[in-house]
Protein backbone atom coordinates (compact mmCIF):
# COMPACT_ATOMS: atom_id res chain seq x y z
CA UNK A 1 0.00 0.00 0.00
CA UNK A 2 0.99 3.35 -1.07
CA UNK A 3 2.16 5.84 1.89
CA UNK A 4 -0.31 8.35 2.81
CA UNK A 5 2.06 11.16 2.49
CA UNK A 6 2.98 10.20 -0.37
CA UNK A 7 -0.75 9.94 -1.67
CA UNK A 8 -0.71 13.57 -0.31
CA UNK A 9 2.36 14.83 -2.24
CA UNK A 10 1.31 13.20 -5.44
CA UNK A 11 -2.01 14.95 -5.18
CA UNK A 12 -0.73 17.94 -4.29
CA UNK A 13 1.75 18.50 -7.00
CA UNK A 14 -0.93 17.05 -9.94
CA UNK A 15 -3.02 20.58 -8.25
CA UNK A 16 0.27 22.51 -8.73
CA UNK A 17 0.66 23.36 -5.29
CA UNK A 18 3.38 24.61 -2.90
CA UNK A 19 3.32 23.26 0.68
CA UNK A 20 2.96 27.06 1.20
CA UNK A 21 -0.06 27.38 -0.96
CA UNK A 22 -2.13 24.25 0.25
CA UNK A 23 -1.25 25.35 3.95
CA UNK A 24 -3.06 28.57 3.64
CA UNK A 25 -5.64 27.12 1.82
CA UNK A 26 -5.77 24.77 4.38
CA UNK A 27 -5.41 26.57 7.06
CA UNK A 28 -2.78 24.05 8.30
CA UNK A 29 0.88 25.28 8.90
CA UNK A 30 3.37 24.11 6.89
CA UNK A 31 5.50 22.87 8.99
CA UNK A 32 2.55 20.29 9.99
CA UNK A 33 2.12 19.67 5.91
CA UNK A 34 5.34 18.76 5.66
CA UNK A 35 5.58 16.42 8.81
CA UNK A 36 2.23 14.87 7.02
CA UNK A 37 3.67 14.10 3.94
CA UNK A 38 6.74 12.74 5.51
CA UNK A 39 4.46 10.78 7.81
CA UNK A 40 5.87 11.91 11.13
CA UNK A 41 3.36 12.79 13.50
CA UNK A 42 5.68 12.55 16.24
CA UNK A 43 5.36 16.80 16.83
CA UNK A 44 1.68 16.22 17.19
CA UNK A 45 -0.16 17.59 20.03
CA UNK A 46 -1.99 14.53 20.30
CA UNK A 47 -3.67 11.94 18.38
CA UNK A 48 -6.78 14.03 17.44
CA UNK A 49 -5.05 16.45 16.23
CA UNK A 50 -3.14 14.09 13.96
CA UNK A 51 -6.65 13.12 12.85
CA UNK A 52 -8.13 16.07 12.33
CA UNK A 53 -5.25 17.45 10.15
CA UNK A 54 -5.03 14.00 8.26
CA UNK A 55 -9.00 14.51 7.67
CA UNK A 56 -8.58 18.47 6.54
CA UNK A 57 -5.95 17.52 3.99
CA UNK A 58 -7.47 14.54 2.40
CA UNK A 59 -11.19 16.22 2.02
CA UNK A 60 -8.84 19.33 0.74
CA UNK A 61 -6.64 17.10 -1.86
CA UNK A 62 -9.84 14.22 -2.64
CA UNK A 63 -7.48 11.62 -1.00
CA UNK A 64 -9.89 8.59 1.05
CA UNK A 65 -7.98 8.70 4.36
CA UNK A 66 -10.15 6.14 5.83
CA UNK A 67 -8.26 3.27 6.11
CA UNK A 68 -5.75 4.82 6.84
CA UNK A 69 -6.70 6.62 10.16
CA UNK A 70 -8.04 2.91 11.13
CA UNK A 71 -4.51 1.47 10.32
CA UNK A 72 -3.25 4.90 12.59
CA UNK A 73 -4.80 3.54 16.17
CA UNK A 74 -2.63 -0.24 15.51
CA UNK A 75 0.56 1.20 13.67
CA UNK A 76 3.44 1.15 15.85
CA UNK A 77 5.15 3.82 12.82
CA UNK A 78 2.47 5.93 13.27
CA UNK A 79 3.04 7.40 16.58
CA UNK A 80 2.21 10.51 18.79
CA UNK A 81 4.59 11.47 21.30
CA UNK A 82 3.15 11.73 24.74
CA UNK A 83 -0.01 9.97 23.35
CA UNK A 84 0.99 6.73 25.34
CA UNK A 85 0.05 8.38 28.67
CA UNK A 86 -3.04 8.85 27.37
CA UNK A 87 -3.31 4.84 27.05
CA UNK A 88 -1.43 3.75 29.76
CA UNK A 89 -3.14 5.66 32.40
CA UNK A 90 -6.38 5.46 34.08
CA UNK A 91 -8.20 8.92 34.03
CA UNK A 92 -7.99 10.45 37.72
CA UNK A 93 -11.16 9.88 39.70
CA UNK A 94 -13.13 13.53 39.40
CA UNK A 95 -13.12 15.46 43.20
CA UNK A 96 -16.30 15.73 45.12
CA UNK A 97 -16.68 18.96 46.54
CA UNK A 98 -19.49 20.29 48.61
CA UNK A 99 -21.60 23.67 47.51
CA UNK A 100 -21.93 26.01 50.46
CA UNK A 101 -24.27 28.76 50.30
CA UNK A 102 -23.93 31.91 51.94
CA UNK A 103 -26.38 33.14 54.22
CA UNK A 104 -27.74 36.19 53.59
CA UNK A 105 -27.42 39.68 56.07
CA UNK A 106 -31.08 39.01 57.96
CA UNK A 107 -30.37 35.11 57.45
CA UNK A 108 -33.24 34.50 55.51
CA UNK A 109 -33.55 34.33 51.42
CA UNK A 110 -33.70 37.38 49.09
CA UNK A 111 -36.70 39.98 49.88
CA UNK A 112 -39.54 39.73 47.24
CA UNK A 113 -39.83 43.80 47.08
CA UNK A 114 -37.19 44.07 44.47
CA UNK A 115 -39.14 41.82 42.06
CA UNK A 116 -42.55 43.26 42.95
CA UNK A 117 -41.04 46.61 42.18
CA UNK A 118 -39.93 45.68 39.10
CA UNK A 119 -43.52 44.28 38.29
CA UNK A 120 -45.35 47.70 38.91
CA UNK A 121 -42.74 49.58 36.75
CA UNK A 122 -43.16 46.97 33.83
CA UNK A 123 -46.93 46.89 34.22
CA UNK A 124 -47.28 51.08 34.52
CA UNK A 125 -45.21 51.42 31.84
CA UNK A 126 -47.17 48.59 29.47
CA UNK A 127 -50.50 51.23 30.89
CA UNK A 128 -48.76 54.03 30.08
CA UNK A 129 -48.20 52.99 26.15
CA UNK A 130 -51.60 51.81 25.89
CA UNK A 131 -52.69 55.56 27.06
CA UNK A 132 -50.38 57.11 24.71
CA UNK A 133 -51.64 55.05 22.00
CA UNK A 134 -55.08 55.51 22.72
CA UNK A 135 -54.97 59.49 22.65
CA UNK A 136 -53.33 59.18 19.06
CA UNK A 137 -55.97 57.60 18.00
CA UNK A 138 -58.28 60.22 19.02
Partial sequence: MEGLGEKFRKARE???LTLEEAARMTKIRPAK???IEAEDFSQFPSLAYAK???LIYGKFLNVDVSPYLEAFETSEQMTVDGYSYLQDNPAPAPRRTEVVRRPTESGKRSSLLPMVVGLV???GGF???RFLMDIQRI
Avoid: D, S, W
Wanted: aromatic fraction near 14%; hydrophobic fraction near 65%; charge should be positive.
Fill in 127 to 129: ALV
Fill in 121 to 123: ILF
Fill in 33 to 35: LRE
Fill in 14 to 16: ARN
Fill in 52 to 54: GFL
